[in-house]
Nanobody, 124 residues
Framework: QLQLVESGGGLVQPGGSLRLSCVGT????????ITWFRQAPGKEREGASC?????????YYKDSVKGRFTISRDDAKNTVYLQMNRLRPEDTAVYYC????????????????WGQGTQVTVSS
């Protein structure tokens, strides 16, 4: 049974970078599309970026992160990454990765496997 574990969060100054990792255990990630969601304090959870399954590999970004974030997957390591550059205070949130066997999506209800989340704080 697939489980997901995120890591890589932390405190960073505006303009800085972080790389989040989402490691799959119990099953290969290859057939899954993976979305990075985030939830800021007092706000609803939103999708930030998605990468399709290993066969397709298409990548998608919300406008708010386009050009700053890069999603990638290394199926040999059963890991999906989110490289976050030029971070802004408004990127502060708990970041979650989630897996679906459907196509890329930002709808919560499409995902049946979630990680526990990792905190990203962008502040000077």
């Amino acid at each position: 049974q697939l489980q997901l574990v995120e890591s890589g969060g932390g405190l960073v100054q505006p303009g800085g970078s972080l790389r989040l990792s989402c490691v799959g255990t119990g099953s290969t990630l290859a057939p899954y599309a993976i979305t990075w969601f985030r939830q800021a304090p007092g706000k609803e959870r939103e999708g930030a970026s998605c990468i399709s399954n290993a066969k397709d590999g298409s990548m998608y970004y919300k406008d708010s992160v386009k050009g700053r974030f890069t999603i990638s997957r290394d199926d040999a390591k059963n890991t999906v990454y989110l490289q976050m550059n030029r971070l802004r205070p408004e990127d502060t949130a708990v970041y979650y990765c989630a897996a679906t066997q459907r196509w890329c999506s930002y709808a919560d209800t499409d995902f049946h496997v979630w990680g526990q989340g990792t905190q990203v704080t962008v502040s000077s």
